[in-house]
């Protein structure tokens, strides 16, 4: 039995006819090809598929399809304005806050939504708005100086 289903993703609307335990992630990566959305423990504890989902971060591999139906979604391929990087985006390549690669996008979704809310966060606070996000290559601390340079590169 499939489901149809209407997905906004970045600001595209898509109809869909899936089955009803299909994740969002699955929907995302083999259905849309926005494969910046990462496959990590499929557990929803490491955070590489975040996602915004209405405002908020979710894991894409812990969220149906079809409850994600009428919602606006935002990946990372979401970000970027006609081929230009978002200041995030941006902040993370020049602080090098990406090394593998694997984390950066579901982390920079983290900090959009961290900055939306709190346009200057302190150092503790960051932390705790990409405690979701986990990241086997940095130590954090270049992710940390990014987040701090994209807040002040927002405000201007």
């Known amino acids: 039995m499939y489901k149809e289903i209407e997905l906004n ?12 335990n299909e994740t969002l992630l699955d929907v995302l990566r083999d259905r849309l090809r926005l ?3 990462k496959r990590g423990c499929d557990m929803g504890e490491c955070g590489a598929c975040t996602v915004i989902m209405s405002g908020k971060t979710v894991y894409s591999c812990s969220v149906l399809a ?3 139906s009428g919602k606006s ?3 990372i391929e979401g ?8 200041p995030i985006q941006q902040a993370f390549i020049d602080n090098g806050a990406v090394q593998c690669g694997f984390c950066t996008p579901g982390m920079i979704l983290s900090t959009k939504v961290l900055l939306d809310d709190n346009p200057n966060p302190s150092g503790e606070e960051i932390r705790a708005g990409i405690s979701g996000n986990l990241c086997r290559c940095t ?3 270049k992710i ?3 987040i701090h340079d994209a807040a002040s590169r927002l405000r201007e």
Do not use: F, M, W
């Not at 993703?9 to 009803?20: G, H």
């Not at 970000?79 to 978002?86: A, M, R, V």
């Open 9 to 20: 993703v970045n600001d595209q609307a898509y109809q869909l006819r899936i089955s009803p």
């Open 35 to 37: 494969t910046g959305t």
């Open 66 to 68: 079809v409850e994600s």
């Open 144 to 146: 940390v100086e990014a």
């Open 79 to 86: 970000l970027s304005e006609n081929g230009k990087l978002h």
């Open 73 to 75: 979604i935002t990946t």
């Open 139 to 141: 130590g954090y601390s």
